[in-house]
Every structure is written in C-alpha cells, then in structure tokens.
T-cell receptor, first 115, second 119 residues
C-alpha cells in the first residue's frame, strides 16, 4: 500500500531555532517528492520538488533532502521565523503514466514558532 | 508565477441547497485539475480528477452525483456540491498541473481553498 508517514505530528520551537521534519514513504514506483507549506485556511504552496536523482534541494531557509534507497526525506528549516508557523506536507508522486495524479499525501507536521 | 484561483473562498449555505466552487488557472493551461477535501488537522484527500472535455474520474467512495465536476475549458473546472448537508462542511481545494510546450511540467499548483459551511 502506498503510504507517506510524517513526523513529528506537531512541533513547537522558539523563533530563530532550526528544526527538521521527517517524511518516510512506501510509494512505488517513485516519481518525485514534494514539500508544501500550508498556512491555516489556505491552499498548499510548493517549497521543493525532488526527483529520484536529487539528494538535496534548497529554497531560501528551507532545505530538503531525499534518500531514495531508504525512502526517506527531510525538510530542514534554518533560523525559524514566526511566519514559518504552518503545516508542512510531504507529497510523493507515483509514476502512473497518465490518468490519475498518483499522489499520496502525508498528514503533515504542524509547526508552531514561538517568539 | 503560475496561480490557481478558487472562488468563493468562503461560503455558508442552508442544508439542501447546492453550492458551486470555481477553480481557474490564471496564467497557464491545465487539461487536468484535481479536487481535494480536507478536514481539520487531516491531510488532503483526493476526491476526483477533472479532465477538460471529458467526464471526471472519481475516487472510491466519492459520490459523483453528489459532487458534480465540470471542466469546460483549459483554465476552468467547477465543483458543485448538490443538496449539501452539514456533513459536507469542509475545506475544498483544487490543484492543476502546468503544461509547458505541450508537456506536463511536473509542477503542481494549488488553489487557496474554499471553506464550505452547511447549516
């Protein structure tokens, strides 16, 4: 069964600190992995998209890593800001050759940055 | 950058009425759009895949007569919740995959979501 598991479920850190969110998946055959940021009551916004051959990708203070062998990904946030408070969703795409999108969504990590 | 717009962002309706939600890709064409439903603190659940010019493909357990999808153009898909009931209250989100040079670019853009409350 194609699954995406994220941890922790929720996280509270102080402003300025770093944190790392985890994503483990069993989706196969693997196509790509995306990290999205979703503010409360808003739609998800893409942070990174990584294919099989990519190990690391950065977007400002966000750095995603991918280990396709162990089927694990992480999202590292550096020097957190209050605006980073949001849910972070890991989405893994299964190669489907067209038709259905083949996406499996994680339940997200709810991150709270405290001043 | 590419933007997907949803309208309305919030809607409150009485039980038994129908509600239409629009999803538009503003600066790119999308032959395929996707509709999701999200309950509080839960992940997005794919409801259906909307294909321009053809019938939508619904996920198992989603009533196609309850959630009518129309994808009349390359930039617009609509979701109509028919005879809405309180249990239909949820956050509905659409997404679209950009086409570049006639090929899917891989980038998936989400709308801002529509909060439906059925009284």
């Amino acid at each position: 069964k194609n699954q995406v598991e994220q941890s922790p479920q929720s996280l509270i850190i102080l402003e300025g600190k770093n944190c790392t969110l985890q994503c483990n998946y069993t989706v196969s055959p693997f196509s790509n992995l995306r990290w999205y940021k979703q503010d409360t009551g808003r739609g998800p916004v893409s942070l990174t998209i990584m294919t099989f051959s990519e190990n690391t990708k950065s977007n400002g203070r966000y750095t995603a890593t991918l280990d396709a062998d162990t089927k694990q990904s992480s999202l590292h946030i550096t020097a957190s800001q209050l605006s980073d408070s949001a849910s972070y969703i890991c989405v893994v795409s299964r190669y489907s050759g067209g038709g259905a999108d083949g996406l499996t969504f994680g339940k997200g990590t709810h991150l709270i940055i405290q001043p | 950058g590419a933007v997907v717009s949803q309208h309305p962002s919030r809607v409150i309706c009485k039980s038994g009425t129908s509600v239409k939600i629009e999803c538009r890709s503003l600066d790119f064409q999308a032959t395929t759009m996707f509709w999701y439903r999200q309950f509080p603190k839960q992940s997005l659940m794919l409801m259906a895949t909307s294909n321009e010019g053809s019938k939508a493909t619904y996920e198992q357990g989603v009533e196609k007569d309850k959630f009518l999808i129309n994808h009349a153009s390359l930039t617009l898909s609509t979701l109509t919740v028919t005879s809405a009931h309180p249990e239909d209250s949820s956050f509905y989100i659409c997404s679209a995959r950009a086409i570049t040079g006639g090929r899917l670019s891989g980038e998936l853009f989400f709308g801002e979501g529509s909060r439906l409350t059925v009284l």
